[in-house]
């Protein structure tokens, strides 16, 4: 896909981020889920007093979707505001990996795309339900 087909998912991250709850890092990221209908899901990290009880914007979209009724995804948009890539974190790379597949991850600014990479190469050797 071009960059212009990933445009709208991207705008909807960026959209999402704009809600996160990030009082304490500062630190703001929105995702978006796309379904295979194009349906867009979207999620915001969310941080509390505890620190550690923090959910990122990508579990957050996913267990949405999921929690919603969808079960199939395509691609999954992420955007911070670093010049850096934020790529997802482990636990957000197994929980997207296990409901989502090999999806397709954009990676985003507030300005521009900053990398484009499959799910399999973002989490070699991977334990799901196949090994249960
Ligand atoms: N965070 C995300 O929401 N997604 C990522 O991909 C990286 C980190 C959040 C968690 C925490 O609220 C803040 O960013 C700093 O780690």
Redesign the pocket.
Known sequence: MSASDHQSLVEAARRAREN?V?K??K???G?ALETPDGTIITG????NATYGL???????AMFKALSEGHRAFSRVA?V?DTEDP????GA?RQILWEFGGDLEVILANVKRETGRHQLKDLLPLPFDNRLL
């Open positions: 996160a990030a304490f890092s630190f703001k990221v995702a915001c990290n969310v941080e923090t959910i990122c914007a990508e579990r957050v992420i911070a934020t790529p997802p974190c957000c």
